[in-house]
């Protein structure tokens, strides 16, 4: 069936990286869109970035632009977060999420993974 999970968080200091991974399976990448998503306590869920499996293209909210990147790796049917300069307002549980659209609008994301909490902090 199909799965996505999310690993590689944790926790760390304001400034420091840490790169998330989302791992799919009982299906393949190719036709999909990936979205990471973030949601911290009494916070609504925030898209964060995506990544069109068939065009490459990208996008990041402003909220991260620059400090994180998105990537993906076929072979392994992983898509990839790598985030930089991390800062305490990045802290929340970080999910991945497949579309078949190229939209941060969470009713067009069908599955979702369980989530992995990132915390930043000193």
């Known amino acids: 069936q199909v799965q996505l999970v999310e690993s590689g968080g944790g926790l760390v200091q304001p400034g420091g990286s840490l790169r998330l991974s989302c791992a799919a399976s009982?299906?393949?990448?190719?036709?999909?869109?990936i979205g990471w998503f973030r949601q911290a306590p009494g916070k609504e869920r925030e898209g964060v970035s995506r990544?069109?499996?068939?065009?490459?293209?990208?996008y990041y909210a402003d909220s991260v632009k620059g400090r994180f990147t998105i990537s993906r790796d076929n072979a392994k049917n992983t898509v990839y977060l790598q985030m930089n300069s991390l800062k305490p307002e990045d802290t929340a549980v970080y999910y991945c999420?497949?579309?078949?659209?190229?939209?941060?609008?969470?009713?067009?994301?069908?599955?979702w993974g369980q989530g992995t909490q990132v915390t930043v902090s000193s």
């Open positions: 999420a497949r579309s078949t659209t190229a939209t941060m609008m969470h009713r067009w994301y069908d599955y």
């Open positions: 009982g299906f393949t990448l190719d036709r999909y869109v």
């Open positions: 990544i069109s499996m068939r065009t490459s293209s990208t």
